[in-house]
């Protein structure tokens, strides 16, 4: 069955400073890896997602990510963060059937 | 763009009631999704539909039923509320079964159960 692990429950970076939010899966086949994002109130919002092809993705709001097969990791990165992007982010994996395993989500709080 | 509805942000049921939960997506995609999001828990799958009248048991399936007579709604159903069912209830739909499909999801629904 697959997994998915978020291993920071909460992050704290100051507004300007560089991000890097972890995630590790397990899954028996090729991974179909998806980061979303949840402002407040809200719905999940796809940043990005991978399934093939180079291994550097680009997604919205200035985010990337970085599949490692060797560690079975995906981790997203900002260069830069902005307030705006406080919000809890989540690392999923998508399966067979269009089916999805959920991490339980980093929270993100920006300092001024 | 896809938009996905959900009936009510929010929603106080007592012990025993019968509740419904609507979704309403706008693109004809063939997949929909009800999951339940609690904290440290990430999201949990209850149900899903590939197609109208089909659905399938997800992660989470006691407790919740669903219904999907048309493309574009999937309802979720609590026969008998419970407190230990409030929840923030998220629904989402997909374009295909394809893994390469993001989910669009709704806003959700803050459930609470007394």
């Known amino acids: 069955a697959q997994s998915v692990t978020q291993p920071d429950i909460h992050i704290t970076v100051s507004e300007g400073a560089s991000l890097e939010l972890r995630c590790n899966y397990s899954y028996g086949a090729t991974p179909y890896l998806f980061w979303y994002v949840q402002s407040p109130g809200q719905g999940l919002q796809l940043l990005l997602k991978?399934?093939?092809?180079?291994?550097l993705v680009q997604g919205i709001k200035g985010f990337e990510a970085e599949f490692k097969r060797s560690q079975s990791s995906f981790n997203l990165r900002k260069p830069s963060v902005h307030w705006s992007d406080a919000a809890e982010y989540f690392c999923a994996v998508h399966t067979n059937a269009g089916k999805s395993t959920f991490g339980d989500g980093t929270t993100l709080t920006v300092k001024p | 763009d896809v938009k996905v509805t959900q009936s009510s942000r929010y929603l106080v049921k007592r012990t025993g009631e019968k509740v419904f939960l609507e979704c309403v997506q706008d693109?004809?995609?063939?997949?929909m999704f009800w999951y339940r999001q609690d904290p440290g828990l990430g999201l949990r799958l209850i149900y899903f539909?590939?197609?109208?009248?089909?659905?399938e048991k997800g992660d989470i399936p006691e407790g919740y039923s669903v219904s999907r007579e048309k493309k574009e709604r999937f309802s979720l159903i609590l026969e008998s509320a419970s407190t230990n069912q409030t929840s923030m209830y998220l629904c989402?739909?997909?374009?295909?079964?394809?893994?390469?499909?993001?989910?669009?999801f709704g806003p959700g629904t803050r459930l609470t159960v007394t």
């Open positions: 989402a739909s997909s374009l295909g079964a394809g893994s390469s499909y993001e989910q669009y």
């Open positions: 693109m004809d995609h063939e997949n």
């Open positions: 991978y399934f093939s092809g180079d291994t």
């Open positions: 539909s590939y197609d109208v009248k089909m659905k």
